[in-house]
């Protein structure tokens, strides 16, 4: 697929000369073909009230909660399976053709947290450090909460930069990863009381509530967490996967985002 410059440059072109396939296998519709649909699992109620995890009954918390500087936390999708392979390729690969979609999910997981008419936040996002974002040519964080603040029609501001180049976190546990993000990012300019803080996967949530915490340090109140995709341990609940409303050529749940 040609680069997310050229796209960008060129978008309606080049979408007649080629066309998207399926974010999942590469093949079949746009953005996901009848074989990866079964593979999605969309994340809904009943769950945790803080963190969004599916459950058989609704909690006010759990054990798979992030740490405590985050307020809350919703995610739209499982990190597993075709979700898992168009994150990877969003992050290394610029498949900036995965950002409308995984954008529409995450604005429906939004609006199942906090409802139609809730109160615009300011949004900001999990920087990446310099060389990163130089090899990559972009910031996969920034562009979703970018869409996101479009689509909502909410504010969006740079509020933290990251000044330690922390080693890939993959293979690390939540303790170890929480240590490594220890000091990693500074706030860059005075936050408002409540700021939604987007990124693409949650897994420990240590990256997540170091940033919460250098906003909290810098005068916010309350740190909302907003993700394209949760990695979990141990099963979901089998509603998640092929829910009503996941229909041939849609990736969000029935329900429309308020704009």
């Given at each position: 697929m040609p680069g997310p410059t050229l796209r960008g440059m060129f978008g309606g072109l080049l979408d007649a000369l080629f066309p998207c396939h399926c974010l999942g296998c590469g093949g079949g519709e746009w953005p996901y073909c009848a074989r990866c649909r079964l593979e999605v699992a969309v994340l809904g109620p009943p769950w945790c009230r803080r963190c969004g995890r599916p459950l058989e009954f609704s909690v006010e918390a759990c054990r798979d909660c992030p740490p405590e500087a985050l307020s809350w936390a919703r995610a739209a999708y499982l990190y597993e399976g075709p979700v898992r392979k168009t994150l990877i390729r969003l992050k290394f690969g610029g498949l900036r053709s995965a950002v409308d979609?995984?954008?529409?999910?995450?604005?429906?997981?939004?609006?199942?947290?906090?409802?139609?008419?809730?109160?615009?936040?300011?949004?900001t996002w999990v920087p990446l450090g310099r060389r990163r974002r130089r090899a990559r040519g972009y910031d996969q964080a920034e562009v979703l909460a970018r869409q996101v603040a479009a689509g909502l029609r909410w504010p969006i501001r740079s509020l933290l930069e990251r000044v330690v180049e922390t080693p890939p976190q993959a293979r690390r546990t939540g303790a170890e990863r929480a240590r490594a993000q220890r000091g990693a990012f500074r706030s860059t300019a005075r936050p408002?009381?409540?700021?939604?803080?987007v990124d693409d996967v949650l897994t420990s949530g240590a990256t997540a509530a170091e940033c919460a915490r250098t906003l909290r340090a810098a005068g916010a109140r309350h740190v909302?967490?907003?993700?394209?995709?949760?990695s979990l341990g141990g099963d979901v609940p089998a509603r998640c996967y092929n829910p009503p409303g996941l229909q041939?050529?849609?990736v969000v749940a029935r329900e429309n985002v308020s704009r």
């Open positions: 979609v995984l954008s529409l999910a995450m604005m429906a997981a939004l609006r199942k947290e906090r409802g139609g008419d809730a109160e615009p936040m300011v949004i408002p009381t409540m700021v939604l803080l909302g967490l907003l993700t394209a995709a949760r041939p050529g849609s």
